[in-house]
Structure formats: structure tokens, C-alpha cells
């Protein structure tokens, strides 16, 4: 039920020194400008002392939940359970990790592969993560992992750490896994940019060293049924395919994609020598590899630890858990190809996003 009566939790929440909202729209506007101003934390604190004295609160309840889907994207807890990707870096680690390393992570997240590296003997590991109820999280398990003399959580972002302050002196190893599905969304190439030239040593490993933006021509039959219409029970529906969102993530194999092309990188970018990633932007000519409706391409990652050690999400070897989506970005109208066809296919990126889609001119060419 609904409370319409202050509660008794006025002590230490405040919003601009306003009582504790009461009713479930006050509390929603209250929830949406704490997390505005980045106090997510404050906002659950908030939901959680309403609950405390009203445990069946259901708008404290749900405001609760939904703070926690802001703070804590749902992909975290596959990502920890994905075998294939914690092995990568921890090999990764492994080839580079001697007892004299200092290592210093963005992102710690549960403190997964901070703590990998310290079991690897790192002498000293700094890991940051920008969102505190995280960072907290992770202090806790770092310390019932008994790792807390050699790994420390800093809750703050990469770009606030400060060399003398949180980090004795530079990092001997960058290690960095912020990459969303897309590779970029997580703000990856900014923040490694920051980290190179402020809190590794010159010449410092950075692990991992590569990753790339994959892409293929894709086709199917259930994906098209989920990206066009065209008749449905008798009617011509097809004017709505010019409005239907062209982007779209995929769960694993859910929609059945058919590869129709070789895997080709779209944009690779070499964390280990380069500083700077601009934003990007190219013609990739792709070939049919099979007859058949191609609806887009469907994009993955791939990443390069170190040398020799490589994880990608190749939609063509799905996994029981994962973390990262397949990414569909379908063209305005399908395109029936024979195989050996070429696509002229435009790739952009602004740093934060890919973006893919047929060329105009050459849209296909035999
Ligand atoms: C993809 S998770 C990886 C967590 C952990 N490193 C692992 O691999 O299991 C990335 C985490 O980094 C945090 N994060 C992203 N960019 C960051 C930055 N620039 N500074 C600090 N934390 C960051 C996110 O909040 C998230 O918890």
C-alpha cells in the first residue's frame, strides 16, 4: 500500500532541506533529481529508510529497484559467471604479472580480476570504480577474499584518480575492461587516453593491448521476422518498416541469425601503442558468402590480452552465459544477395558508438 502520512524516516535524508517525501510521486521526482545530480547511492538510502518503517511500500519498493537498474546494469552478474572471458584475462594477467608490478585497473566492478591479479602476485593492485555502491561492494569482497593488503578500491572514476594521492607513483600495468556490447558505450577510449598519460609508466603494458569491432552480413528467417513486415494476415503492412528503430541488441542466439559473410573488423583499435582514438569513419565492401535475404550486419567484439590470448563473442559460437549482446543494425530494406555479391557497407564511430549502414551509391555490386 501506498503511504499518503509522512513516515518516520526524516533523520538523515534530505532533499535541499525538504521533509522526506511522502506519496509515491514525490518520491519518484525525489529518486529521478538525486539521480540526476550522480547520488544514486542517496536515492536507494532514501527507499530503503521508507521500507524500513513501511515494509510493504510498494513505490518504495519499485523506486528501490529502479535505482538499482541505474547503478547496477544487469550485465554484471553473467559477465562474472562468463568462464571464457575470465580466462582471457586472467592469462592475459598471467603473462604479465611478476611480484615488482603495480598494476592499476579501471573499473573494478565485484573486484574480480583486481583480485586475479593479486593472486597472479602483483605487488600491489589499485583498482577505481566510479560507482560507490559498487566500490563498497567490492571492498567487501575483496576483504572476505582476504586480498585486502594487496588490492585497494578506490570509488571514484578513472579521471579523478591522482598520482601522489590515491596511486603512490605510475602503474607498471593498465588493465581496462569497460567495454560495452558495442565496445564503446562504457566511455573505453576516453578513459584509457586519461589513464596512459597520467597513471602508467611510459612504455607501461596495457591489458588488454587490442580489441575490435566485428562485424557480418546477416540474414534468417526468424531475425527477419523480428526486424521487417511486409503482409500479415491479408493487410500490406510494409509502410511501418520505415518507422521500426533499425538498431537492435540480440540475447545470444535468440533470433536465429544467419552469418552471410566472413567476420570483418570494422575498427581495431591498439590500446598498448597508440594514445589518442579518434572518431572514425570508413566504407567496408563486404562479400556474400550465401544465396539468400540479408536484413544488416550483426556486430560483436573482439579482444587481444596479450599476444596469443584472444576473447570474441563470434555469434556463430554462442555460450550458455554472456554478457556482451550481439548488435543488429538492419538496412532500410532487406537486400536478396547470391554469394559473392558485395555490400558496400558505411562504418562510423564518434567515440561512444558504431553506427553501420548500407551505402548509398554501391549498394550492390556484382
Ligand atoms: C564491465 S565492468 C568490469 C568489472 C571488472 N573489471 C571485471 O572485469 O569483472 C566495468 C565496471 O567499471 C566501472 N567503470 C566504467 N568506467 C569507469 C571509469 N572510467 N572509472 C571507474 N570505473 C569505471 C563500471 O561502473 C563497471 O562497474
Excluded at 602508467?200 to 575490435?212: E, R, S, T
Aim: with cysteine; proline share 6%.
Amino acid at each position: 500500500m501506498i503511504s499518503t502520512t509522512p513516515h518516520p524516516a526524516t533523520g538523515s535524508i534530505k532533499l535541499a532541506n525538504k521533509p522526506t517525501p511522502t506519496g509515491p510521486d514525490e518520491l519518484k521526482k525525489a529518486i529521478l533529481s538525486l539521480l540526476a545530480s550522480g547520488r544514486g547511492d542517496e536515492a536507494l538510502a532514501l527507499c530503503n529508510s521508507i521500507l524500513k518503517h513501511e515494509p510493504d511500500n510498494l513505490a518504495a519498493k519499485q523506486g528501490a529497484e529502479w535505482v538499482l537498474t541505474q547503478l547496477v546494469p544487469l550485465w554484471h552478474v553473467p559477465m562474472m559467471n562468463e568462464y571464457e572471458r575470465n580466462k582471457a584475462f586472467h592469462d592475459g594477467m598471467a603473462a604479465l604479472i611478476t611480484p615488482d608490478k603495480v598494476v592499476f585497473e579501471i573499473g573494478a566492478g565485484s573486484g574480480l580480476l583486481a583480485m586475479m591479479a593479486a593472486k597472479l602476485g602483483a605487488k600491489k593492485v589499485v583498482t577505481c570504480e566510479a560507482v560507490s555502491l559498487i566500490a563498497e561492494t567490492a571492498r567487501q569482497i575483496v576483504e572476505r577474499n582476504g586480498l585486502h593488503s594487496q588490492v585497494t578500491v578506490l570509488a571514484k572514476p578513472s579521471s579523478e584518480v591522482r598520482i601522489g594521492v590515491d596511486l603512490p607513483a605510475k602503474a607498471d600495468i593498465l588493465v581496462h575492461e569497460v567495454f560495452s556490447s558495442e565496445l564503446l558505450g562504457e566511455h573505453v577510449l576516453p578513459s584509457i587516453e586519461d589513464a596512459k598519460a597520467r597513471l602508467l609508466k611510459p612504455g607501461g603494458a596495457v591489458l588488454p593491448a587490442a580489441a575490435g569491432v566485428m562485424i557480418a552480413l546477416v540474414g534468417g528467417d526468424t531475425l527477419g521476422k523480428n526486424l521487417y513486415v511486409d503482409e500479415s494476415f491479408g493487410f500490406d503492412l510494409r509502410a511501418f518498416n520505415a518507422i521500426n528503430p533499425r538498431k537492435r541488441p540480440i540475447y545470444r542466439e535468440d533470433l536465429a541469425p544467419t552469418l552471410m559473410s566472413d567476420a570483418v573488423e570494422a575498427f581495431q583499435f591498439d590500446f598498448q601503442n597508440d594514445s589518442s582514438f579518434p572518431a572514425a569513419q570508413k566504407t567496408i565492401d563486404i562479400t556474400s558468402t550465401q544465396a539468400g535475404l540479408c536484413y544488416g550486419v550483426i556486430q560483436w567484439i573482439r579482444v587481444d590480452m596479450v599476444e596469443g590470448v584472444r576473447f570474441e563473442n563470434h555469434p556463430g559460437q554462442p555460450r550458455a552465459v554472456s554478457n556482451w549482446q550481439h548488435t543488429i543494425y538492419s538496412f532500410m530494406e532487406p537486400v536478396q544477395l547470391v554469394a559473392g555479391d558485395v555490400l558496400a557497407i558505411n562504418a562510423t564511430h564518434d567515440r561512444t558508438r558504431p553506427w553501420f549502414e548500407l551505402a548509398q551509391a554501391a549498394a550492390l555490386r556484382q
